[in-house]
């Protein structure tokens, strides 16, 4: 509503541009990009009357401010949609503007080629363009160096003698006509992630438990013998839960029991001892050397850490003493330890965002992010963000990213829909999902097809954990094995980025009962696992993700389209990316046999009329001659999915 | 990409407000709604953490500045989405906002609440409450007035004697405790108009054409015969197309002819001669006091008078002489005249908007309106919008508007869709359409659901002419008097407003070969005609006029909804506005018979198991007992349509 009156030039404008795409809520927050990705740009863009437009976007880096803006020309393709795109080629933080204005010389162009055609007099037409070229000089004149001035002159002159070059001649008048009418777009921002930001596939493990004799606490020392198995699996991101000290007062025993042992080893998330807080190491598990040392390790086999970051402190983290303003404080003095009314979590004090003491408790948070950033953590697994102020988030990862744009955060929010989307929204790099829960056929789809699908696609990247710490889902408990390898293979093929906790390549599915916990969490006590022990799911872990690394399909969120089956058991989907085309199909039962028709669309592979053609089947090797109707017929421990890349076409 | 630091309060916030409903463009445009519309304001609103929130909208009128906002509670129906709603009771400009706070009292209870529940110690909690009565107490004594003040002590008083009275003390917490974290929207404009912006049945004549002598021209005077047979039919507004002086200078004779001969009346849209400009009468017509009669005449028909509004210059206009700087000038002096190559319009001068005394002539264009107001014109049906800046129209309505809300405005543009849709957000309050090139069921069905669904018809007005001077579409000119019935059943029944062009009840379909226009069109000479002669639509106009009047399912946009036939050339639907149901079945191939089933889905009328219905034809009387699907046969001539009103189910 804002006032428009004669004379206010802001409102008196003629062009307008709207429906600008790429936007997450009109622009109001960034979309997500990757490095190497093609920026696509497009707008509704239109004014009064019949003149021409020409249109351009400008794409601004914001860390490199005094860096030229990029601009990239738009073009009208149909029905008022201009479109552009330009490569994406930094790991920053961008904004790009679309501008507009009236194509002055093209319209007379235009006019006049219809007169000229119609064979009508033009000569008042001609001293219109010869104004418009004396603007075009006069304004050349003005500009710093003559050299489209001196181009203009030729120009007239060839004009006189009939003999325009009208190609140069139209490029030229462009570059040097004033932008009449021009408008600008408020700036649409953009987070240029490094890829790994929508491609990675995760392993989850307590260090603690690296050890070989049942319930010895090992060292990162010790765990450090874990790393080349598991990159040979094919991971690329070991995300540990806290390394920190861990608190004496109220430690929870093995099953979250009230009281612990004297040798049991605490939950990693009651954070701070005496031995320190957020910035220090267990001692059980090593130094801050040892922790060094462990990174560099890792890196050895390009395996990056991610660190659990979880604001919240042990009664005996260092800050409930230095600090105690920054919890809260009951009237009778007391401080509130989490609940969940009426769970009670009376190892773990919340700290209060709101305290009046603030900017401090906000700069030592953000400080530890970059303490760690520093010790060559690039990835933070982010414990519960939807319990802490959205605004905090927005700005610790906004000033982390200022210096080191190549730092991802992984949002651990399972809560309502909304609140997980704005999580996104405001910078979590990647997101944890409702995919534990989505069993049927006709859930997985309709979930993955919101996510993948604009908006949600722009601003949320998913990460599909098949099971976590805190979650074995129903379906790994009574599934068996074939459970695991199903879930397994839906996560490591429906999600660009994935992951599973430690034990799930042993099919560990003990659980208490009625309960999606584990039975004996590794939370509270430290495991020893025989990762050689028979059927373990390693092979089949190694196999997926190397599929995953070859097939740019998979490493992508778009470019998924489901298919109808005649079983509702079985899942089918395609995933394509350019010429990578992957077709999978999965059995959803993890009890029975299931067969039935996979039914291809023709348009999925932008095809006119209906054609076979030759896929492979990257899990066993198989060779099948598939088309539009195909028969699939899949054995729940044996050949549950069907992995296959279209070869060629027949 | 706000700077968010510690201490900026403005994005420390908890609380988000997303998705807010209706809104167009995100609240860039006005939503428009018409006087005794029920308002309903959604959003999503949510915040980290796990406290509840309270929340309300607050509509303000903007031509009421001094006056009261009104406020509406918001709730929590599902989902993080709130709603409410509110009856809209003036004819004016509005806007709302949402706003969203921490509910600290309801929190405080409901996890009392839950310990209580679960047998715990709430000795810490309930020091807690007595703080926020404190708090509440203190504010209390702040305000104006002591009445809170006292019933918070006697609030006290009683939970001290453990007798606390739940309800009344939860009501009076909320209207005291200060909001936290209270956040509020920008303001989301509103446009209320009168009923008839959306509802309206339009009939447009010449009136120099309603004189009984061939080739005479009609006074004004003689014209007021008309005006009761157009009222008996049904009709509520009288559109007349340009009543100005005509000019000479290159006026166009019979079907468009270069040259006129001297007894030809010229075409209206010339606007302009000696007789004086836009604000003056054609003298043939008559004078101003004669219009001024005519109006008053048809207001005691209950028929409203639309005028043309048309911003272009004979070359005889007064302004041509006194304001030349306000038409366009080659650099060899001459003035433009308005074209479209190869098409030329010698006798029209467009005017120049961007004319450096711009403000002088956008004045002098608003004066003109406010002219005609002043002379009993509340509706303009305005020529080619989209040939004139858009800022010119959104500042020139919203002018008119603030002194006369009651004032609405056609926009006669058939154009490009999004430019058309611009009109619409700008300001118009009905819109034409593409009706008229929409022959199919498929065709009308998907042009239907895209104008009556939002986001469109939050901003755009329908208004389906069947017919105008300019255009007497193909299926009226090969489909005789069947289909005539036929796109007047459907421009009636599918669109709140419609009109018809005079000669449409004699289904005149004589046409230039090969073209869209009439023959002999009347744009250029007078036209007489009998509207007794045999086989005339009257009796079919007044008929489903009548229907339209009593059935508000036919008064709405909304509430539409096709269904599925078996035959392509029977289109059904169903309309509905609370317990009035209205289903429709039109043949619309005006050559053949066709029969079908129209297959109606139980869920159209909201009931879970299916039941049978009578149904009454209100175009013929006939009583049908209708369930799912139901067997249909309609004649183009005898029966091209079932307008069937839902009387009680069996």
Known sequence: MQGYFPGDTAVHRHIFIEAVEPAVDAGQYPVKRVVGDTLVVAADIFRDGHELLRAQFCLRDLCRPESEASRTQLLHFDNDRFQGETKLTCNTDMVFVVEAWTDVYGTWLQELSKKVTAGLQVKSELSEGAALLQQALASAQQAPGAADAAALVALLQSLEAAQGDGHRSHALLHRTLPRRDLVRTPPYPLTVDRPQARFSTWYEMFPRSAGSKPGVHATFFEAQARLPHIATMGFDVLYLPPIHPIGITHRKGPNNALVAGPQDPGCPWAIGAAAGGHDAVEPALGTLEDFDAFVAAAARQRLEIALDFAVQCSPDHPWVQSHPQWFYHRPDGSIKYAENPPKKYEDVYPVNFDTEDQEALWAALLNLLLFWVGHGVKIFRVDNPHTKPFAFWQWAMAEVRRKHPEVLFLAEAFTRPKVMKLLGKIGFS????????????????????????????????????????????????????????????????????????????????????????????????????????????????????????????????????????????????????????????????????????????????????????????????????????????????TQPAHVLRVEKFL
Chains 1, 2 share one sequence.
């Open 430 to 637: 990647q997101s944890y999902t409702y995919f534990t829960w989505r069993n049927t056929p006709a859930e997985l789809r309709a979930y993955l097809e919101e996510l993948t699908q604009a908006p949600m696609c722009d601003f949320y990247r998913p990460n599909f954990f098949a099971n976590t710490p805190d979650i074995l889902p129903e379906i790994l408990q009574t599934g068996g094995r074939a459970a695991f390898k199903m879930r397994l293979l839906l996560a490591a093929t429906l999600s660009p980025s994935y992951g599973i906790y430690s034990g799930f390549e042993l099919s560990e599915n003990a659980a208490l009962v009625g309960r999606e916990e584990y039975l004996d969490s590794e939370k509270y006590v430290v495991r020893v696992r025989d990762f050689s022990a028979p059927h373990n799911l390693c092979g089949l872990i190694t196999r997926i993700n190397h599929i995953r690394r070859e097939n740019p399909a998979l490493q992508h969120l778009q470019g998924l389209q489901f298919f109808d089956t005649d079983n509702p058991n079985l899942l089918a989907f395609g995933k394509r990316c350019a010429d990578n085309i992957v077709l999978v199909a999965i059995n959803m039962d993890p009890h029975q046999v299931h067969h039935g028709t996979v039914q291809i669309p023709a348009d999925f592979f932008g095809k006119g009329a209906w054609q076979r053609y030759e896929v492979v089947d990257l899990l066993d090797g198989a060779v099948y001659n598939w088309g539009q109707d195909n028969y699939v017929r899949l054995m729940p421990d």
